[in-house]
């Protein structure tokens, strides 16, 4: 075992970069700042970690194991190329766009947890066999630096990409909440069958019609949602720009907001579910409606939305403030 020794140093090592990458900062980054030259280094210390991942596998892969001195060089080499990695993306400054490099950094520390987990795997593996879990574990850093090459170069593809997301993660929500209010349709009937609970005599398992004709107008809401992503991704993909720290912080501004849109839309769901609370199902209806309302208003004001996109803008507002003041008429008795 005392030849892994170094490999157990070189662990501490990594955790720490982590802890700094998920806790810190980057500085106000180089001056000059070239983004092409930043892909350019990200992509080589990607790769050069990928090829160090693959060289420490093999080398505990099969007997003899590495001499404490190969196994020194060897825990060196991963080091260094993981200190490449999150000093090339601490290049990144802030005026690039919060939003990619978030996406960048969350990229970074993938490269460096697989890395960790791949030390932990050869440091707990029984001496000189090829596990299963080490396997995994290097395909798991393989993966993770191939990622590099599907980053968004530049803020507004990062929104695009971050909106893209949340717009599929609603679309599947108003799809399951459509499918759950189908009329004459048991919500729980999938889960909880006859046969194994007996007679299902409780209403609290079931919609009432107060509650569905409440629920129209929440569905509402959800669809006006999936439509306002749906049309601020096609805004910034047609008009955004990442060519000023304006433009850039108009993207990111937008991009902040629109990732509340998925939460709340999930937070409304849920209590659509019976037994109905109405005040519960208002409160959430409201915060949905006020983060749509933020959404539309930010986009208006924004580069994305020239004159010729100000006419869904006005329609969705009109949209979120008629249903939500439906929601209000709903549950007026309940306040």
Known sequence: MEAREPLRD?????????????????SEGREPFELPRFWDALGQTFQ????????????????????????????EDVQNAILAVATVYYWLPKGQGTTLRKM?????????????????????????????????????????CEQVSNLPRDNQAAVVSALAASLGVVKDAVEEMEHALVEGQDPYGDIMEDEELGFRGNRDTYWSEADRRLLSSCMGLMKASKACLKKVLAAVKAHGKADS??????????????????????????SMYPPVNPLAVRLNAAKLASVLTKVLEIAKTSHVCPPSEEGWVQFLTGAVDHNMNKVKNFTQGQL
């Open 245 to 270: 720290p304006e433009h850039i912080a108009q993207l990111d501004d937008l991009a902040d907001i629109a990732n509340e849109i998925s939460p709340s839309v999930d937070e409304l769901a849920l």
């Open 10 to 26: 070189v662990r501490g090592a990594l955790r720490a970069v982590l802890a700094r990458l998920r806790e810190g900062e980057p």
């Open 104 to 144: 960048v950094r969350d990229a970074t520390t993938e490269v460096v947890e697989g890395m960790i987990q791949l030390t932990d795997t050869i440091l707990n593996a029984p001496v000189e066999s090829l596990s299963q879990e080490q396997l995994i574990s290097t395909g798991g850093v393989w993966e993770a």
């Open 48 to 75: 050069v970690t990928s090829q160090e991942a693959t060289k420490l596998s093999l080398a505990f892969s099969r007997p003899p194991l590495p001499s404490a001195e190969n196994c020194r060089k060897l825990s």
